[in-house]
């Protein structure tokens, strides 16, 4: 069993970076590969990024490449996502949530979800 709190969402200018964090309760954190998504209102959940247990691979979906990096601290069962360049597009409730096996890109394939941090960027 893993539980996960998201912190360090907020309202930041166009441009101007924010980093989050996800703090994960279980001695088995570095068994799972760990993404992050979002959703915005009247939209479904979306991919943003994933990161193996390991932390040596990650990828990213188109609309975050380069602006967004994904790391983890496994002695500290914590998770980040650095987010630099931010876009009023990127406004979002952000979650973590841990790959249970299958498609990083695909919710259904995730459990332990946080209960997620509000990013909102303003023009």
């Known amino acids: 069993q893993v539980q996960l709190v998201e912190s360090g969402g907020g309202l930041v200018q166009a441009g101007g970076s924010l980093r989050l964090s996800c703090a994960a309760s279980?001695?088995?954190?570095?068994?799972?590969?760990m993404g992050w998504f979002r959703q915005a209102p009247g939209k479904e959940r979306e991919f943003a990024a994933v990161?193996?247990?390991?932390?040596?691979?990650?990828y990213y979906a188109d609309s975050v490449k380069g602006r967004f990096t994904i790391s983890r601290d496994n002695a500290k069962n914590t998770v980040y996502l650095q987010m630099n360049s931010l876009k009023p597009e990127d406004t979002a409730v952000y979650y973590c949530?841990?790959?249970?096996?299958?498609?990083?890109?695909?919710?259904?394939?995730?459990?332990?979800w946080g209960q997620g941090t509000q990013v909102t960027v303003s023009s």
């Open positions: 949530a841990a790959n249970l096996g299958g498609s990083y890109r695909n919710t259904d394939n995730y459990g332990y």
């Open positions: 279980g001695r088995t954190f570095s068994n799972y590969a």
């Open positions: 990161i193996s247990g390991g932390g040596l691979r990650t």
